[in-house]
Nanobody, 131 residues
């Protein structure tokens, strides 16, 4: 499948932004969809994952309470709604597809997702939050 992310931009702290990721290909409903982000000089971080339209797996604590993931199967699109944005949310945001259900791991300190679990990636969209 091919993924196309969009919706990034410049927003002030405290503002909101909604990212979209449109999937081209068959069987969108069978894919788990995840959102990741990568800030300059940092590793790519998993945020949330959705195995279906009713289930959300929170990967990162930073996403809890502020970010939500949703999917519109009719449009083959997954969304990331981000509220109460902070300057530390500045990053390139990526969507990704996994042929299996969401897999969230825990290392004793925090939960995380493995980049290698996801088969297809979007090109990334820049989000910049100004203070």
């Amino acid at each position: 499948v091919q993924l196309q992310a969009s919706g990034g931009g410049l927003v002030q702290a405290g503002g909101s932004l909604r990212l979209s990721c449109t999937v081209r290909g068959r069987s969108f409903t069978t894919y788990a969809m995840g959102w990741f982000r990568q800030a300059p000089g940092k590793e790519r971080e998993g945020l949330l994952c959705s195995s279906d339209r009713w289930t959300t797996e929170y990967i990162s604590k930073s996403a809890q309470g502020r970010f939500t993931i949703s999917r519109d199967n009719a449009k083959n699109t997954v969304y990331l709604q981000m509220n109460s944005l902070k300057p530390e949310d500045t990053a390139v945001y990526y969507c990704a597809a996994d042929r299996r259900s969401c897999r969230v791991y825990y290392n004793g300190t925090h939960s995380y997702a493995k980049i290698t679990d996801f088969n297809s990636w979007g090109q990334g969209t820049q989000v910049t939050v100004s203070s």
